[in-house]
């Protein structure tokens, strides 16, 4: 049987991926990442120059290796979505996100081992009190609560997503969204 939450989902990964904000962001990239490792821990200068020439040469090879095969699975989705998605079609799309997930999480370990080493014991200590502190804040939001204040955050957080692309959903669009989330997984 035809999945509406399949659908859903599908139809907002392609919006986001496919849209021009995507391009935008993904654009921006370069000085992003240099922006929100800053957010974490104060390079020197010595560590910020060899952190954007890794950065700039990991976006190369994600830009060289990695999208042409989100184009693949994105045209392989619509294709899917356009046949008559059915629930099984989403296990190979996910199994296929996993993958390059793992793939750059192992293109990105070696330059942050090696960045991890340059750091002095300040930085260690900055970087692990960040890392605390982002933790603490996201267990308030998303552990804390109980079940259903986390499960109407996360519809309310996804409405605001997807209207964020594509404008005011309607009562009806709204309703796919939650029924999404109260379907077992």
């Known amino acids: 049987r035809k999945t509406k ?11 986001l991926l496919g849209g021009c904000g995507s391009q935008f962001l993904y ?11 800053n957010r974490y821990v104060s390079l020197d200068d010595r560590q910020e120059r060899e952190f954007r020439h890794r950065w700039e ?15 693949v699975l994105l045209e392989e989705v619509r294709e899917r979505v356009n ?4 629930e099984d079609d989403l296990k190979p799309v996910v199994s296929r996100l996993e993958e390059f997930y793992h793939s750059v999480l192992t293109s990105l370990a070696p330059d942050l081992v090696y960045m ?3 750091m002095r014991e300040d930085q260690v200590e900055e970087l692990l009190d960040s890392l605390d502190r982002e933790n603490r804040k996201w267990e308030t939001k998303y552990i804390a609560p109980g079940a259903d204040i986390r499960n109407a955050r996360r519809i309310r957080d996804t409405i605001d997503r997807i209207e964020d692309w594509t404008g005011p959903l309607r009562p009806a669009q709204q309703r796919r969204v939650r029924e999404g989330y109260r379907r077992p997984s």
């Open 27 to 37: 654009n921006q990239l370069d000085w992003l990442g240099v922006w929100y490792l």
């Open 83 to 86: 046949a008559g998605l059915m």
């Open 116 to 118: 991890a080493s340059t």
């Open 5 to 15: 939450r399949g659908s859903c989902l599908l139809a907002v990964a392609l919006i």
């Open 57 to 71: 040469a990991q976006l190369y090879w994600h830009r060289q290796t990695q999208l042409p095969s989100y184009a």
